[in-house]
């Protein structure tokens, strides 16, 4: 009987433990993350890293205009506005010069590299500050410092180097990527040519590791004090 009722005892004990090892330490770890939620930090960010970032990341995003945005990253988007196809049809139309770069939806191809000289082929969606966007197999961009030549349906052939300057003169309408943002007003898609700085939230408190580990203490300071029971 003595036997039974010692074993009785220990896997009371034990039960005992088991709850109360989980229940401090859940508590201490939800306090703690609690506060490191609020006293977070925004970390400055590389506008590349955006390609990168995961959905639901909240991010604050700063405009070249001072335009602030505080919301949850969502993914990074392509269109071809019907403003935007306008735009470049009356720019590449306005002279005989510019007729030689290729019309939205045209076939062209691209040869990259200087050792390599890879070609590419797709249809032509728009130009961006620093790439051409093809749609071939999938929507692509192949960036403008990396391209040799550009050549239409029509085998009419643009020099890489001049395609830069005539993007870099800002004389030709250019698209942009969009970051399409979950905000609290609802959604937001800002160019991304047209973003400043890139801050990243980061819960850099160390609420979580002191709460969990006052947590711990507790659960081993009750153990101990069964254990002398």
Not at 51 to 76: K, N, W
Not at 162 to 181: D, E
């Amino acid at each position: 009987m003595k036997a039974v009722a010692k074993l009785s005892s220990s896997l009371f004990i034990l039960f005992l433990a088991s709850v109360t090892l989980s229940g401090c330490s859940v508590i201490g770890y939800l306090i703690g993350s609690g506060v490191d939620g609020r006293h977070g930090q925004f970390d400055q960010s590389n506008v590349k890293e955006l390609s990168r970032m995961l959905p639901g990341t909240r991010i604050m995003v700063t405009m070249q205009d001072g335009t602030a945005y505080v919301c949850e990253f969502q993914e990074i988007s392509f269109r071809v506005p019907a403003e935007y196809r306008r735009r470049y049809q009356a720019w590449r139309t306005s002279d005989s010069l510019t007729q030689v770069f290729p019309a939205i939806d045209d076939t062209v191809s691209l040869t990259q590299g200087i050792a390599s000289s890879k070609v590419l082929a797709g249809k032509f969606k728009s130009f961006t500050p620093d790439a051409i966007w093809l749609l071939a197999d999938t929507l692509r961009s192949i960036p403008l410092d990396s391209i040799r030549w550009v050549a239409d349906h029509k085998s009419r052939k643009i020099q890489g180097e001049l395609l830069r300057k005539v993007i870099l003169s800002g004389t030709m309408p250019t698209n942009s990527a969009r970051i399409v943002l979950d905000c609290d007003a609802g959604e937001v898609s800002p160019r991304v040519d047209s973003v400043l700085v890139v801050e990243k939230w980061s819960e850099s408190g160390t609420g979580t590791f002191w709460g969990l580990a006052i947590g711990l203490t507790l659960d081993m300071l009750c153990v101990i004090q069964m254990r002398g029971l």
